[in-house]
């Protein structure tokens, strides 16, 4: 049964520290996507890659925030420094797409709740 | 550019009671529609998908969708509501690779 998978699922840090947080795609998918899950905000789109290149980073504050595909296996969304209102809980989804016109459904993770003190 | 609204946060009905949770869209290009759901403390499924074709779609869990062009709506509808459908239900809408979703509604089963 193919997932995406997120780690870790819950972090709590301090305000200034440097949080990572991955996302395994499901294996053959080749466009992946960040998310923010807020009460205030809902559900916001941050980034997203395909083919491991970054379309949009629109969504994303750009002093702070980083994503990366590594390789086709692995995306990763840093937070540095880390504040308290970047509190949320993340989601990465991925899809296969055939096309840049196209889309496909989204397949999402279970999310990384984050907590910053 | 793509938007939806859901109207009503929280949707409150009975169990065996008709559902009905509402979603209005706006796009430039011809859209492709979506409903998701979001249990507790989990990330996103979906439940059903427009793209072309047949105008009523029907997904999992006894959910359905119309897709209705002229009154921009892609209203989600269930028969008869079961206590497992209590979740938070996000509408969607894309016409491109990017899917902008609504605010969600929160739908609440009481027996």
């Known amino acids: 049964d193919a997932r995406v998978t997120q780690t870790p699922r819950h972090k709590v840090t301090e305000m200034g520290q440097e949080v990572t947080m991955r996302c395994q795609p499901i294996?053959?998918?080749?466009?992946v996507f960040w998310y923010r899950q807020t009460m205030m905000q809902g559900l916001e789109l941050l980034a997203y890659f395909r083919n491991r290149a970054p379309l949009d980073d629109s969504g994303m504050p750009k002093d702070r925030f980083s994503a990366e595909m590594p390789d086709a296996t692995l995306a990763t969304l840093k937070i540095q420094p880390s504040e308290p209102r970047d509190s949320a809980v993340y989601f990465c989804?991925?899809?296969?797409?055939?096309?840049?016109?196209?889309?496909?459904?989204?397949?999402f993770g279970p999310g990384t709740r984050l907590t910053v003190l | 550019a793509q938007s939806v609204t859901q109207l009503g946060s929280h949707v409150s009905v009975s169990e065996g009671a008709l559902v009905l949770l509402r979603c209005n869209y706006s796009s430039s290009v011809p859209p492709y529609l979506f409903w998701y759901v979001q249990y507790p403390n989990q990330g996103l499924q979906l439940l059903l998908k427009y793209t072309t074709g047949a105008t009523l779609v029907k997904g999992i869990n006894g959910f359905e969708a119309e897709f209705k062009k002229s009154e921009t709506s892609f209203h989600l509808t269930k028969p008869s509501a079961h206590m497992s459908d209590a979740a938070e239900y996000f509408c969607?809408?894309?016409?491109?690779?990017?899917?902008?979703f609504g605010t969600g509604t929160r739908l609440l089963v009481s027996p």
């Open positions: 969607g809408v894309t016409g491109f690779q990017k899917l902008v």
């Open positions: 989804a991925s899809g296969l797409s055939v096309d840049s016109s196209s889309y496909n459904e989204q397949f």
């Open positions: 294996l053959g998918h080749n466009t």
